[in-house]
C-alpha cells in the first residue's frame, strides 16, 4: 500500500515537472519566434519530447497559453506580498512601482507580454488568466491606496481601482518602453514616476 501511494506521488511529480517544461519552453518559442510562427511540434522538439507526449498534457497553443497565466502569477508572488505588508502606504506604493517596472521591463517579460496581448485582441478568451491576475494586482494596491487614502498620506479623492489600474498602465508602459534601455535611463524613469504618481494622488 505504502509503495503505491509513494508510486503515485512519484507520478504526479513527474508530471508535473513535465508540464512545467511545456510551459516554460512554449514561453521562450513565443519570445523568439512569435505566438503565431510557433507550432506545437517546435515547442515538443525543443523541450525534447514527442509531439505525443505534448498532446497527453496540452490540446493547443491556447491552453499553453493559460498556463503560462499561471507562471505570471506565481512570478508576481513576491510582488503581491510586498503590496501586503503593513507600513506607510507611500512607501509601499514606491516600492510596488520600483519592483513592477524591474519585473515588467526585463526583456523576456516584455516581448511575451506584447504577443499575448496581441493575440487576445483576435482571441479574448486567451487573455483570461492574465486578466484575473491583473485584477488580483490592483486589488492589492487598491487597497494599499485605501489605506493612504484613509490615514491621510494620500490625499486625492478619487476611485481607488480606477486609480490602482492606472498605475499600473504607467508603469506598465514605462516598463516596455524602456525595457532594452540603459540602467541609467530606467532609474530616471523609476524616480519620475514615482514623484508624478505621488503627486496625483495629492502626496503630502
Do not use: W
Not at 509601499?92 to 526583456?107: H, T, V
Not at 491583473?134 to 484613509?150: C, I, K, S
Not at 523609476?190 to 495629492?202: A, F, N, Q
Request: net charge neutral.
Amino acid at each position: 500500500m505504502a509503495k503505491n501511494v509513494k508510486d503515485k506521488r512519484l507520478r504526479e511529480k513527474s508530471t508535473e515537472a513535465r508540464r512545467r517544461l511545456i510551459v516554460e519552453t512554449a514561453a521562450e518559442c513565443f519570445i523568439d519566434k512569435g505566438f503565431h510562427q510557433t507550432s506545437i511540434r517546435d515547442i515538443a522538439s525543443r523541450a525534447g519530447i514527442s509531439l505525443g507526449n505534448l498532446y497527453n498534457h496540452f490540446d493547443s497553443k491556447a491552453d499553453l497559453i493559460a498556463e503560462i497565466a499561471e507562471l505570471e502569477a506565481d512570478g508576481m508572488t513576491a510582488i503581491e506580498a510586498g503590496l501586503a505588508t503593513t507600513g506607510d502606504p507611500v512607501t509601499i506604493l514606491d516600492r510596488f512601482i520600483e519592483d513592477y517596472f524591474a519585473y515588467a521591463a526585463k526583456p523576456e517579460n516584455t516581448v511575451l507580454a506584447a504577443e499575448i496581448f496581441a493575440e487576445a485582441v483576435r482571441n479574448p478568451a486567451i487573455g483570461d488568466g492574465f486578466s484575473r491576475n491583473r485584477q488580483a494586482l490592483a486589488g492589492r494596491l487598491g487597497n494599499v491606496l485605501a489605506r493612504g487614502f484613509e490615514g491621510r498620506q494620500l490625499a486625492t479623492n478619487t476611485e481607488i481601482m480606477d486609480a490602482a489600474h492606472l498605475i499600473i498602465d504607467l508603469v506598465e508602459g514605462a516598463a516596455m518602453r524602456l525595457a532594452f534601455s540603459s540602467k541609467k535611463s530606467r532609474r530616471t524613469a523609476v524616480t519620475t514616476l514615482k514623484v508624478m504618481i505621488r503627486r496625483s494622488l495629492g502626496d503630502r
